[in-house]
C-alpha cells in the first residue's frame, strides 16, 4: 500500500486539534496563540529550512479554526489569516541556542533565529497595513491587495477592474483597509559582548499583539524572528544594498542583575570556602586590577563598589544601594586602568569618557525615526547601565551643561525625559566609578578638595560616597618597586579568577545585610566627628547624604 507524506497543512492541522483547541476557544480574548516549536521536532530540518511559510501556513490553520468558532469576531475583527497574533516559543531549543549579532550575515536571511541583546529604542505603537483597499482615480473601482509583511507597500500598477481604464494612479482606503497593531524596536549587542569595537545593532518589528509594549529602553531580551530585509534608499531611489530586520514572533525579557549568573553547587561551594576567610577582602583587591601597582585601599573600595549596599525601598522614597566612587588626583596615577579593570570585572558594565560624551549619550536622547519621522526614545550610558556599574572616565572634561544631566541618575537612580511630547522616567539604577583630573593639572596640597576640584561642582562632588585622591609623589622605595612590577620581575601574586569573582559577586548581592547596634552607633559617632571637623577646617560640606554612603559602604 502506498504510504503518502503528509503536507504541511496536514501537520499543523493535527497538531493544532490535538494540542491547542484551549487556545482556539480563547482567543478573542487573550488575541494571541503560542505555539511550541517543539511540536515540529519531526520535521525540524523542514521548518527550519522555510520558517516563513510554515508560519503563514500554521496561521491559516490557526484561522480557519478559529472563524469556525466565531465568524462574526472574524469578520469584525480577523478578516484575514495574516492578521493572527502568533508567538513561538523553545526556538532557542530546536535552532540550538543564540546567534551573535556579530555573527549575523547574508546566510540566515529567511532563517528563524534567536538574538541577545539591549533594547536601545522603542517606538510607539502605530498601525500596520494587513490588507490594503485602493480606490481608482479615475473609474472609482476597488482594488484589495493583501500585504506580505515586508516593509514597503505593495501598490497596484495600473487598475485592472474595468477594461477601459488605464488609470494607474491610486488611492488607499483607510476605511477600508485592515491594520494590525505595530511597533519598531532596536537591538544592540551587550557591553560584555563587544570588547574592543564597535557594537551592532539590528531593527526588530513586532506585529504579534501580546508582545507588543512588552519590553523599555535599556532592558536586556532574547528575541525570536525570522531575518528579513528592507532595501536602502539614496536620493530616493532603491540601491543594491540592503539592511537587516527581524520580524518578531517572542521576546524574552531577561533580567539585567548579576543574581542572573548560573552558579553550579560546586562554585556555590568554592564560594562560601572564599568566603570564610578572613583576609577575603585584600584578596579580592589583589585580584580585581593585579597588572596595577599599589594603591590598595582604592582597590579595596572598589571592591565594595562592585557588592553594592542594600537598596531601601520605603513609602515615600527609595534609597540607592548603589556606591559612587571619584578617583580624583594627578595624571599618569592609573585612574584610567583602574576603570577599565573595574568594568572588566564587574558582571555588567558599561565605560565611557567624559570627553565624548553628552548629556543625551550617557542619559538619553530624543531621536527622529527613520522611516516615520516621530520622536523615539533612545537610551544612553546610564540607562543602559541599570543593574550594573558604570564607568565615566575624565568626567572633568565634560561640558559643564552635559555634566548636569547626571545629577539625577547619581541620586535617584532615574533620568527624567520630557521632549517632543515624550514625557517619561528611565531607571538608571547603577553605580558609577568616575575619574577626574585637577582644575590645574596636578594636585595643589594648598587647596581643599572643592577647589582642586573646581571644574565639578559640589551638587555631583557630594553625590559621590568616596572620593580618593591619588598623587604621584616621588619615593625612591615606592617607585623601585613599581619599576619592577611593570618590568615582571616582582612575584606574581595568587589570585582569584575573574568568573568566579563575578560569580562571587553575584551570589553575595542576594543577600541584603542589616546593621547590627554596634555598627550603628559606630557610623554614628564617626559621621558627627567627621561633620564636626569639616565644619572647623571649611573643606567640602559633610551631610545626610555622606551618612547614607557610610551605610552602603
Not at 517606538?123 to 515586508?150: A, D, H, K, M, N
Not at 487598475?159 to 483607510?174: G, Y
Not at 524572528?225 to 520580524?247: A, Q
Amino acid at each position: 500500500m502506498l504510504m503518502t507524506t503528509p503536507t504541511r497543512r496536514q501537520i499543523l492541522e493535527q497538531i493544532v486539534k490535538l494540542k491547542y483547541q484551549d487556545q482556539i476557544q480563547k482567543y478573542p480574548q487573550t488575541e494571541g496563540f503560542v505555539f511550541d516549536v517543539l511540536d515540529l521536532s519531526n520535521v525540524k530540518d523542514q521548518f527550519l529550512a522555510d520558517p516563513q511559510n510554515w508560519i503563514r501556513s500554521l496561521k491559516e490553520v490557526v484561522w480557519q479554526q478559529i472563524n469556525a468558532i466565531y465568524p462574526d469576531y472574524c469578520t469584525q475583527y480577523l478578516v484575514h489569516q495574516e492578521m493572527v497574533s502568533i508567538r513561538l516559543v523553545n526556538v532557542k531549543q530546536l535552532v540550538g541556542g543564540v546567534t551573535k549579532l556579530k555573527d549575523l550575515n547574508s546566510k540566515h536571511i529567511g532563517k528563524l533565529v534567536v538574538l541577545r541583546g539591549m533594547v536601545n529604542r522603542l517606538s510607539p505603537i502605530r498601525p500596520f497595513y494587513i490588507v490594503v483597499t485602493f480606490i481608482c482615480r479615475e473609474c472609482g473601482s476597488e482594488i484589495i491587495i493583501p500585504q506580505e509583511l515586508p516593509i514597503e507597500l505593495i501598490t497596484p500598477t495600473r487598475c485592472s477592474n474595468s477594461p477601459s481604464c488605464r488609470c494607474h494612479k491610486f488611492d488607499a482606503s483607510n476605511e477600508l483597509s485592515h491594520f494590525v497593531d505595530s511597533q519598531e524596536l532596536r537591538l544592540q549587542e551587550l557591553p560584555e559582548d563587544t570588547k574592543g569595537r564597535i557594537p551592532r545593532s539590528i531593527d526588530l518589528f513586532v506585529f504579534s499583539k501580546p508582545l507588543l509594549n512588552k519590553i523599555k529602553c535599556g532592558d536586556i531580551a532574547e528575541i525570536t524572528g525570522i531575518v528579513k530585509l528592507f532595501h536602502i534608499y539614496k536620493r530616493g531611489r532603491k540601491t543594491r544594498f540592503t539592511k537587516f530586520y527581524l520580524e518578531v514572533f517572542d521576546i524574552q525579557k531577561r533580567s539585567k542583575d548579576v543574581e542572573e549568573i548560573q552558579i553550579t553547587p560546586e562554585e556555590e561551594a568554592k564560594i562560601r570556602e572564599l568566603a570564610q576567610d578572613p583576609a577575603i577582602i585584600p584578596k579580592l583587591a589583589k585580584s580585581i586590577a593585579p597588572s596595577i601597582y599599589g594603591w590598595h585601599h582604592i582597590k579595596e573600595s572598589c571592591v565594595y563598589f562592585l557588592f553594592g549596599g542594600v537598596r531601601k525601598e520605603r513609602a515615600d522614597i527609595t534609597i540607592r544601594g548603589d556606591i559612587n566612587i571619584l578617583l580624583a588626583g594627578d595624571p599618569s596615577t592609573a585612574k584610567s586602568q583602574l576603570l577599565r579593570a573595574i568594568s572588566n570585572v564587574a558582571p555588567r558594565a558599561i565605560y565611557t569618557s567624559g570627553k565624548g560624551s553628552t548629556a543625551a549619550g550617557l542619559t538619553a536622547a530624543v531621536v527622529r525615526d527613520s522611516l516615520s519621522g516621530e520622536p523615539i526614545l533612545e537610551a544612553g550610558a546610564l540607562v543602559l547601565a541599570d543593574g550594573g556599574i558604570c564607568c565615566v572616565d575624565e568626567l572633568d572634561k565634560m561640558r559643564p551643561e552635559d555634566r548636569t544631566a547626571i545629577h539625577e541618575a547619581m541620586e535617584q537612580q532615574t533620568i527624567s525625559i520630557a521632549k517632543f511630547g515624550i514625557v517619561t522616567t528611565l531607571y538608571a539604577r547603577c553605580g558609577i566609578l568616575a575619574a577626574a583630573n585637577p582644575l590645574k593639572g596636578r594636585w595643589d596640597d594648598s587647596k581643599t578638595v572643592s577647589e582642586n576640584l573646581a571644574n565639578l561642582p559640589v551638587s555631583i562632588l557630594s553625590r559621590f560616597d568616596l572620593i580618593w585622591i591619588m598623587k604621584d609623589v616621588p619615593e625612591e622605595e615606592t617607585d623601585l618597586q613599581m619599576a619592577l612590577h611593570i618590568l615582571g620581575e616582582e612575584e606574581e601574586l595568587e589570585t582569584i579568577p575573574i568568573d568566579l569573582i563575578k560569580k562571587y559577586i553575584a551570589y553575595a548581592r542576594q543577600i541584603n545585610p542589616k546593621l547590627t547596634p554596634e555598627a550603628k552607633k559606630i557610623i554614628a559617632e564617626f559621621y558627627t566627628f567627621t561633620r564636626k571637623k569639616n565644619h572647623e577646617e571649611q573643606t567640602i560640606m559633610i551631610t545626610a547624604s555622606q551618612l547614607e554612603g557610610l551605610i552602603r559602604l
